[in-house]
């Protein structure tokens, strides 16, 4: 079985500032990790995943994410982050050998203030 | 629009009504999830299918819950005789295909308050 924990629920951060949102997963199997993003009325959105590779990836609006195998961990980084950035951001994962059935954490929100 | 289409958006039920969520998947995309998020939680798996086989459903949470997807596109959950604990917002998503690594595509949900 896996599961995933978001340590913050919340993260008020300035506008140009650095935020990090961790993120750390449990599983007896190899799995494939995610990041998606959940603006204001609208639906999940992927915003970045790992497969295999290189462990640091990168999303086209600025968010990078490292995966992390010795420590569980799949913390999200963006250096300077914008007012737009202000959302709920998931992190999941899905076994690796399966189907894509996500296992995701409790959500950590985002709020950016200016 | 080519995304996964939710309906209702939001739906009102008494206790004790059953109510009807629908799903309209990506045309062409094989594998269709639902997940309930409860308030202030993440998505929680309920069920998938491939094509119209229901391939899963370990996380449909008792038997009131039911999934089908006839046709292999549009899909339906079904929830009997709504309880208030049944009040969350119920997600679609779908995917090309069935691989872990494969991108699930998220409909806006349906709301469900049972009053």
């Known amino acids: 079985a896996q599961s995933v924990t978001q340590l913050d629920s919340q993260v008020p951060v300035f506008e140009e500032a650095p935020v990090e949102l961790r993120c750390n997963y449990s599983?007896?199997?190899?799995?494939?990790l995610f990041w998606y993003v959940q603006y204001p009325n609208q639906g999940l959105q992927l915003l970045l995943k790992?497969?295999?590779?290189?462990?640091l990836v990168e999303s086209i609006n600025g968010f990078e994410a490292e995966f992390n195998k010795s420590q569980t961990s799949f913390h999200l980084r963006k250096p300077s982050v914008h007012i737009s950035d202000t959302a709920e951001y998931f992190c999941a994962v899905s076994p690796s050998g399966g189907y894509n059935k996500l296992i995701f954490g409790a959500g950590t929100r985002l709020a950016v203030h200016p | 629009g080519a995304g996964v289409s939710q309906s209702p958006r939001y739906k009102v039920a008494k206790r004790g009504q059953d109510v009807a969520l629908r799903c309209d998947p990506i045309s062409g995309h094989v594998s269709l999830f639902w997940y309930q998020q409860a308030l202030g939680q993440g998505p929680e798996f309920l069920t998938y299918?491939?094509?119209?086989?229901?391939?899963?459903k370990s996380g449909l949470p008792s038997d009131r819950f039911f999934a089908e997807r006839p046709e292999g596109s549009v899909s339906t959950l079904k929830i009997q005789r709504t309880q208030q604990e049944d009040s969350a917002v119920y997600l679609c998503?779908?995917?090309?295909?069935?691989?872990?690594?494969?991108?699930?595509?998220f409909g806006q949900g349906t709301r469900l308050t049972v009053v």
């Open positions: 299918f491939q094509n119209e086989a229901q391939l899963d």
């Open positions: 599983s007896s199997v190899s799995v494939y």
């Open positions: 790992y497969l295999s590779g290189s462990t």
């Open positions: 998503a779908s995917s090309l295909v069935g691989g872990g690594n494969t991108e699930a595509f």
